[in-house]
């Protein structure tokens, strides 16, 4: 990978190892989401998908994810736009802002721990969707955000 390329190149420009490496690893945009359908304002819930590694916040079948989870997100520099529900910590979105990374994100602390250890990353307090009742997941909703915060 190129030295220090999320500073130096647009998301277009990165190669696909740059692309995955930008990611923090986070896991908030695994967590689970219900849509407001007047306002397009989102509810965000502390429940994340069921393919989801709670303690590595990484996804446990990256390679087949699209066919185990199809409402599952590829995130491209095409689909710029639909970054506004990605958090704003997220580095995609950060870049894609012209803002800087975080002196957590793995890349500049030199791996994960920093990020967990700041609360960033869903490992302390996200649960598993395969441990919570469809019936019950309106009770695990921790935000409403609008769609453009
Ligand atoms: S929110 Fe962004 S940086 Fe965090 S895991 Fe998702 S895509 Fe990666
Ligand atoms: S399939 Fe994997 S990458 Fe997609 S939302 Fe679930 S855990 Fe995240």
Known sequence: MRERF?????LEELTDEEWEALCDGCGQCCLL???DE???????????CELLDIHSCRCSDYAHRFEKVPDCTQLTPERIDDFRWLPKSCAYRRVAEGRKLAAWHPLIAGGPERMHRKGISVRSFAVSQREVPEDELEEHIIAILPIDA
């Open 6 to 10: 999320w500073e130096r190149f647009d």
């Open 33 to 35: 989401k219900f849509q």
């Open 38 to 48: 007047e306002t397009g304002d989102l509810a965000v819930l502390n429940v994340a």
